[in-house]
């Protein structure tokens, strides 16, 4: 029986460490680092870099937000989005192997606000949008 001050983490391999990090999603793993040194560069060298983002449609507007404001929080997310996943694909400090993205969504057309929200361009949602 280990009693609770024993760190059991530090007796494992960095290969193991690495394999464990593979699957864990980019945030968490670079969240790791927190815990030693020795940590700080296994999740940029597991070779993965595993995205994901809750995202809500402009039909979650709290009382009181305009449309505007829904569209500039949306937006907002979607850049913080792209510019966390350029920064965590720029940390890989081995070839990548794995890349995934994991886009949820909770509202009734999920699908139609993973579509928005993938679609990074205003103009061309404008586009898609106006009638042919």
């Not at 009693?3 to 793993?29: H, N, Q």
């Not at 597991?46 to 937006?75: I, K, P, W």
């Not at 792209?82 to 886009?103: F, N, Q, W, Y």
Request: negative net charge.
């Amino acid at each position: 029986m280990t009693t609770g001050g024993e760190d059991r983490l530090s007796e494992l391999s960095d290969d193991l460490l690495r394999r464990i990090l593979y699957f864990v999603p980019s945030k968490e793993a670079a969240s790791t680092s927190v815990l030693s040194r020795r940590w700080g560069s296994l999740w940029r060298s597991s070779g993965a870099v595993n995205l994901a983002v809750q995202v809500h449609g402009y039909q979650d507007l709290r009382y009181g937000d305009s449309y505007q404001e829904a569209e500039e929080a949306f937006f907002s997310k979607q850049e913080a989005f792209v510019h966390g996943a350029k920064a965590a694909l720029d940390a890989a400090e081995a070839p990548i192997t794995r890349l995934t993205l994991r886009v949820e969504s909770n509202d009734d057309d999920g699908r139609s606000t993973i579509d928005q929200f993938l679609c990074r361009g205003r103009d061309w949602q404008d586009h898609a949008r106006a009638p042919p």
